[in-house]
């Protein structure tokens, strides 16, 4: 499934399950969101781990993408604020119910400009 980030208002998709480092930049006290694709219907939930000084998270929305009423499955967006300079880590992981272990990562790397 795509998941994709928005950054300085440009879109980038990421296609299929990549491990690699997305790297976002965002100058201080300003707003940026992040993008994934989340099946509910099979329990996938995207927790969020980050530095709670340097960010607050905003906003956690769900919006479905599907109109049958069987499958609930959309995009997560969590809008987060920075609040210090610096460069951060931001990792997702997609967890399932019944499972130890995350099912999927996404890791960001934030650079906090003034």
Sequence with gaps: MD????????????????????????KKGATFSINLWEDRTRGEQWVPSYDQKSFV???DDFLRTTSNNAVDSGKRTFEFQALEEGEYRMEFSKRLAWKFTAEDRRVYLITVKA
């Design 3 to 26: 998941s994709d980030y928005i950054a300085g208002g440009n879109v980038v998709s990421d296609a299929g399950r990549e491990r690699e480092v997305k790297s976002i930049q965002v």
């Design 57 to 59: 998270l905003v906003e």
